[in-house]
C-alpha cells in the first residue's frame, strides 16, 4: 500500500495535519492505535475562543460543556485572587466529542482514518523515512507526520528526541453534586497540593466539575484524592485517567529525512498550563503546509522540511520563550514567597488591573500580557515588595527587559 502522507496518531494535533492535507488535496492515511477516536479521554479540557478559531474549529454544542468567562487563583495558604472576565473566555469540552468533530473535518476533507491500528515501527531506506510498518504490513509513503504523542518511540528510533524534560504526572476525573461557582475555572497553587504545577477545577455545569492536577511527585492520585477531599470534602468521582503533562518546550529538532514530529511528541505545548492542543494544532497546520510544499517540489528531504521548524518557530517561538520563562522562574519561587506575593497584589489594591491585562490579553499568546505586567509600575512595585530587587532583576532579564 502507498499514500503520499502519512499521519501518526489521532489526536487533535493528527487529525488537524489530516484535515488540513487532505484540503490541500493531498492523499493522507491517518492511523490511531485504539479502535475509538478520543479515548482514553485525558485532558483538562479547557480551550480559549481564540484558539478554536485560529484552528477554524466552530463552537458547538457538540462538544461544548461549559462556558468560562474568568478564574480564581489560590495561593499556597489560600488566598485567592480573582480575574472575573467581561466575556466568554474559553469552553469546557468533552474531550472526546472534540475530538471525534476534528475526524469528522478530516474525513470530510479526504482524509482517510485508520483506526485500531497501531504503527509499530516507521520504514527507513537510504537513511530517510519511506512509510510505516503496521498490523497489515507495510505502508509506504513520501513523508510521515508523527502525532504518537508523549512516549516518542517511533521519533527515537530514528534519533530524534521526544521531551525529555519537563515531564510530569498528569491526573483527572470528574465530580459531581458539588458547589462550584459557574464560569469561573479555580487555579490551586502549592507543594502540598501539586509540587512543580497546580490543581484545577473546571465547572461542567451547576454541580459538576473536571478535576485534576499535575505533579513532579509520581503520587499524583494520592495527591488528587487530598485536593478533592480539602476541596469538596466527602464526594464520589469518576476513575482518574493519568496522562503525562509537558512543561519543558520544544524538543531540539522537529524534522529528519521524510519525517516531521508535531504535537506533543515535539513538546509543543504551552509551558504555564501544559495546555497542547491549541499550540499543537497550530503547528499541525504549519506542518501540513510545509508538506504540501515539498510534495509540489518532489524534495521531501530534511533540508526542505527543515521550513516546517522555522515556520512554527516564526509563529510561536517568542510564546514558547516568554512562557518558559514564567515556568522557571515560577517554579523556583518558594510557598512562602506565592503567599506573600498573592497578598501584596491584594493588599495594593492591583486586583482591577491585574483582571484589565488579563482582560486585554490572550489565552494562548501569553507573551504580551506577561510583558505588561512586568512593565506596569504598580506591578513592579508588588513585585520588589513581595520577592525583592534581585528576584524581579532576574524575572526581568529572563524577558530581556
Known amino acids: 500500500m502507498k499514500a503520499e502522507a502519512i499521519v501518526v496518531g489521532g489526536g487533535p494535533a493528527g487529525l488537524i495535519a489530516a484535515r488540513e492535507l487532505a484540503s490541500r488535496g493531498v492523499e493522507v492515511k491517518a492511523y490511531e492505535e485504539h479502535t475509538v477516536i478520543g479515548e482514553p479521554n485525558h485532558c483538562a479540557g479547557i480551550l480559549s475562543v481564540e484558539g478554536l478559531a485560529r484552528l477554524d474549529v466552530k463552537p458547538s454544542p457538540e462538544f461544548i460543556q461549559h462556558e468560562v468567562r474568568g478564574g480564581v487563583a489560590y495561593s499556597p495558604d489560600g488566598t485567592p485572587i480573582r480575574i472575573t472576565g467581561s466575556r466568554t473566555r ?5 474531550r472526546a466529542a472534540f475530538d471525534r468533530h476534528l475526524a469528522g473535518q478530516a474525513e470530510d476533507a479526504g482524509a482517510e482514518l485508520i483506526l485500531g491500528h497501531r504503527v509499530r515501527e516507521l520504514l527507513v531506506e537510504e537513511n530517510r523515512v519511506a512509510g510505516v510498518l503496521g498490523n497489515d504490513g507495510p505502508v509506504d509513503a513520501e513523508v510521515v507526520i508523527d502525532c504518537e504523542g508523549t512516549a516518542g518511540f517511533l521519533a527515537r528510533s530514528v534519533g530524534l528526541g521526544p521531551p ?7 491526573i483527572n476525573t470528574e465530580v459531581s453534586g458539588v458547589e462550584v461557582e459557574p464560569g469561573m475555572v479555580e487555579v490551586w497553587l502549592g507543594e502540598d497540593v501539586a509540587p512543580g504545577f497546580f490543581a484545577w477545577v473546571a465547572p461542567m455545569g451547576d454541580d459538576s466539575a473536571r478535576c485534576g492536577l499535575a505533579c513532579e511527585s509520581s503520587d499524583a492520585k494520592v495527591l488528587l484524592e487530598k485536593f ?9 468521582h ?4 493519568r496522562w503525562p503533562v509537558l512543561k519543558g518546550g520544544p524538543v531540539a529538532k522537529t524534522y529528519g529525512e521524510g519525517l516531521l514530529l508535531v504535537g506533543d511528541v515535539a513538546g509543543q505545548t504551552k509551558p504555564t498550563t501544559g495546555g497542547g492542543v491549541i499550540f499543537g494544532g497550530l503547528c499541525a497546520v504549519e506542518a501540513a503546509k510545509t508538506v504540501c510544499s515539498a510534495l509540489k517540489a518532489d524534495d521531501c528531504s530534511a533540508e526542505y522540511l527543515s521550513r516546517y521548524e522555522t515556520a512554527w518557530e516564526e509563529l510561536l517561538g517568542r510564546e514558547f520563550s516568554s512562557m518558559l520563562a514564567a515556568r522557571r522562574f515560577a517554579d523556583g519561587i ?7 506575593l498573592f497578598g501584596s497584589l491584594k493588599s495594593s489594591g492591583l486586583e482591577g488591573t491585574l483582571e484589565r491585562l488579563v482582560e486585554e490579553g490572550d489565552m494562548d499568546m501569553q507573551s504580551g500580557v506577561l510583558r505588561s505586567a512586568l512593565t506596569h509600575p504598580g506591578m513592579i512595585g508588588v513585585l520588589v515588595s513581595s520577592l525583592g530587587r534581585l528576584a524581579l532583576a532576574e524575572l526581568r532579564g529572563l524577558f530581556n527587559l
Do not use: Q
Open 238 to 241: 469518576t476513575i482518574p485517567v
Open 334 to 340: 518558594s510557598d512562602d514567597r506565592k503567599d506573600r
Open 90 to 94: 474559553a469552553y469546557i469540552v468533552d
Open 164 to 170: 525529555e524534560r519537563g515531564v510530569l504526572s498528569g
Open 228 to 236: 478533592l477531599e480539602k476541596r469538596f470534602g466527602e464526594t464520589e
